[in-house]
C-alpha cells in the first residue's frame, strides 16, 4: 500500500529537469532558471542548501530574484510580499497566493534538478490547503468586513484548519477585491480586480454576504445583529470595517458634483460623470486627490488640486520628495495650488456646481471637485457593544489583534496597533499591507495558535508611472537623499534625533526599501554612520544575510 501511495505520489511530478550547474548558485545567493519555454524557477542556496520556489511574486508578478534575500525567506522588490524559502508560503503582504514550491537536488554530474508538480505548470501561484467544512462543528466564526483584512482573515482560517460554519459579512455588493486600482484605471471591471470568483467561496463553504453591513455587536451574548435582518450567534469575530471618507463642512459640500472616493462604486460613480470638457478640481495633496488627478488629468479640460500644505505628500514622504511630486505633476499639466483651501462652494440656480472660492479670495472654475480630505472608522456599530472605543474611533488591540473583549478581534484601517520597528505605542495606520497581514494573525489566533504580530509598515503608490516605495515609521529629523531625486531614481534615509533610520523611501532603486523592511523585521536596526558615506551606502545591506545577535 505505501509502495502504490508512493507511485501516485511520484506520478504527480515531471521528470526532473536540469536547469543549470550547482556551482552557478552561489551561497546566500538567487539565480532564476528556465524549466521550459513557459515556465521559470527561482533557485536560493541558503545555508548549504538549494531551494526552489516560483519566480514571479504572486501580488503583481514583480521577478523575485531582483528581490530582498533574508535569512530563510525572500521579499517582492516591489511592495514587500514576503515568503518562505522552504515551503513557498506567503508571511507578509499585499497578495493572497504562495510561491509554488519544488523538488530539486543535485545529480552526481553537479547539475542542479528540479521537479515540479505537473499542476503547477505555467503556474506563478499556488493557493494553500484549504480544511472542508465538518457539519458535526458547530462553531461560527464571522468576518465582518469584505475589504483585503477580511479576506485574507477568511481564508488563512481555512488554512489553519477551521471547519466550523465562517461567514464573511460585506458592506459592498461585490466579492472582495483589489482597492489599490480603484482610483488609477478608469473604467476597469469589477471581476478584473477581485481576489476570488464566487465559486471558491462556495468551494471552501465561506458565506460571502454581500451588500450586508453590521448593525450592533452585543457581545454579552455574541451576538451580531445586520442589515439584512439576521441576528448571528458567534463563536469567534473579527472586525475589519474599514474607514468612510469625509467631507469637512464646507458650504455647498453637498451638492451633487462634489464627490469622494473611497471604494469601488464611488470611483465607477466619479468616472462615469467626466467629459472631455469638464474642470475638475481635487481637494487635498493625498494619495487619494493624488491619484485622482493623474488618471483624470488626460481626459478632461483641466485638473487643479488644492492643498494646504506647501508640497504635496509632505506628511508621507518629507519636504524634499513633496517638492518633486509637486514639478511631476506640474510637468504633467496639473494645476497645483499649495499652501490653500477651499472656503466654499458654489453653485448655480440648478444646483450645478460652477465655481469655487479660495483662501486667497480669489476663485476657480470648477464642474466637478473630488475630495481627498479623509476618512473615519467605521466603528460606529460598536457603541455599548462593550469593546472599547478610542474618542477618534479606532480600537486599541493587543499584540495579537484581541480586543478587551474576549473572541472579538479588530484589524485594518480601525486598529489601534503596536508595530515592528521603534514605535513604542501602539499607532493607526491604514496601510493595505498591514490590513492584509493583520487578517492573517487574526486567523491564526481565532484558530488556536499564538502568533504575535511582527509586520513592518510598507505602501507603495504610482503617480505617473513613478513608483514610490516607502517602508517603515516614526518621526524624523532629517532626510538624506541618495540619488537623484530630478530623475525620480533616489533612496531617502529618514534619520531621529537618536541618529536611528525610522524609514526609507526609494523610487526606481528597488530593492531598497524590501530590504529595509527586512531588516527591520529581523528585529535589527540602521544608523546614520551607516549610510554617511555616499560611495557605499548599500553596504548595510549585507546585514540581512548575518544572525541576530542572542542578547543575554
Known amino acids: 500500500m505505501f509502495a502504490v501511495s508512493d507511485v501516485e505520489k511520484e506520478s504527480e511530478y515531471t521528470e526532473a529537469v536540469a536547469v543549470c550547474k550547482a556551482s552557478e548558485v552561489a551561497e546566500n545567493s538567487m539565480k532564476q532558471v528556465d524549466f521550459d519555454e513557459d515556465t521559470s524557477v527561482l533557485l536560493v542556496k541558503q545555508r548549504g542548501k538549494l531551494h526552489a520556489i516560483g519566480s514571479k511574486c504572486t501580488h503583481y508578478g514583480a521577478p523575485m530574484h531582483t528581490g530582498a534575500l533574508g535569512m530563510g525567506r525572500i521579499r517582492c522588490p516591489w511592495h514587500g510580499a514576503c515568503f518562505n524559502l522552504e515551503t513557498g508560503d506567503i508571511e507578509d503582504f499585499p497578495g493572497l497566493d504562495s510561491l509554488p514550491c519544488y523538488k530539486v537536488n543535485v545529480s552526481d554530474e553537479g547539475q542542479v534538478m528540479v521537479r515540479m508538480k505537473r499542476t503547477d505548470l505555467e503556474k506563478s501561484k499556488r493557493l494553500k490547503s484549504m480544511a472542508k467544512r465538518n457539519p458535526k462543528d458547530e462553531r461560527c466564526y464571522i468576518v465582518v468586513g469584505g475589504g483585503p483584512s477580511g479576506a485574507v482573515c477568511v481564508e488563512t482560517l481555512r488554512q489553519e484548519g477551521f471547519t466550523g460554519r465562517l461567514i464573511l459579512v460585506c458592506r459592498e455588493p461585490y466579492l472582495p477585491y483589489d482597492r489599490v486600482k480603484v482610483c488609477k484605471v478608469v473604467g476597469i471591471p469589477i471581476a478584473s480586480i477581485q481576489f476570488r470568483d464566487e465559486q471558491f467561496y462556495k468551494d471552501n463553504n465561506i458565506e460571502v454576504w454581500q451588500g450586508v453591513s453590521a448593525e450592533k455587536l452585543v457581545t454579552s451574548q455574541k451576538e451580531l445583529h445586520c442589515s439584512n435582518g439576521y441576528v448571528v450567534k458567534y463563536d469567534k469575530i473579527y472586525i475589519a470595517t474599514g474607514g468612510t471618507a469625509v467631507k469637512p463642512p464646507i458650504p455647498g459640500a453637498d451638492l451633487e458634483m462634489v464627490r469622494t472616493v473611497r471604494d469601488f462604486q464611488d470611483a465607477q460613480d466619479l468616472f462615469k460623470l467626466v467629459t472631455p470638457q469638464m474642470r475638475v478640481v481635487c481637494l487635498g495633496a493625498s494619495f487619494i486627490s493624488l491619484e485622482v488627478a493623474a488618471a483624470l488629468v488626460s481626459k478632461v479640460a483641466s485638473v487643479t488640486v488644492v492643498g494646504r500644505d506647501t508640497v504635496p505628500l509632505k506628511a508621507a514622504f518629507g519636504e524634499e520628495i513633496g517638492a518633486r511630486v509637486l514639478k511631476l505633476f506640474r510637468d504633467n499639466n496639473v494645476t497645483m495650488l499649495m499652501e490653500s483651501g477651499i472656503t466654499n462652494i458654489i453653485g448655480d440656480e440648478e444646483g450645478e456646481l460652477i465655481e469655487v472660492d479660495l483662501l486667497d479670495e480669489s476663485t476657480i472654475p470648477c464642474d ?16 455599548d457593544s462593550g469593546v472599547r ?47 492584509q497581514y493583520h487578517g ?16 513592518v509598515p510598507f505602501f507603495f503608490t504610482l503617480l505617473f508611472g513613478k513608483g514610490i516605495r516607502y517602508a517603515g515609521y516614526g518621526s524624523y529629523k532629517e532626510v538624506i537623499i541618495d540619488g537623484s531625486l530630478e530623475d525620480m531614481k533616489f533612496v531617502a534615509y529618514y534619520v531621529n534625533h537618536a541618529d536611528t533610520v525610522t524609514a526609507v523611501a526609494s523610487c526606481n532603486r528597488d530593492p531598497i526599501v524590501a530590504q529595509f523592511a527586512e531588516l527591520i523585521s529581523q528585529g535589527k536596526c540602521l544608523g546614520r554612520n551607516q549610510i554617511e558615506d555616499p560611495s557605499n551606502r548599500q553596504a548595510w545591506t549585507a546585514q540581512l544575510l548575518q544572525p541576530v545577535s542572542k542578547v543575554r
Not at 466637478?368 to 457603541?383: A, D, H, W
Not at 513604542?424 to 490590513?435: D, E
Not at 492573517?440 to 509586520?455: D, L, P, Y
Open 368 to 383: 466637478l471637485l473630488v475630495m481627498g480630505t479623509g476618512s473615519r472608522p467605521n466603528t460606529e456599530f460598536l457603541v
Open 389 to 435: 472605543v478610542n474618542e477618534n474611533g479606532t480600537i486599541d488591540v493587543t499584540d495579537f489583534l484581541e480586543t478587551n473583549v474576549p473572541d472579538v478581534y479588530v484589524g485594518g484601517d480601525i486598529a489601534n496597533a503596536h508595530i515592528y520597528g521603534l514605535a513604542q505605542s501602539r499607532v493607526n495606520i491604514g496601510h493595505y499591507q498591514l490590513a
Open 440 to 455: 492573517r494573525i487574526a486567523a491564526i489566533n481565532m484558530c488556536g495558535s499564538i502568533k504575535k504580530m511582527e509586520a
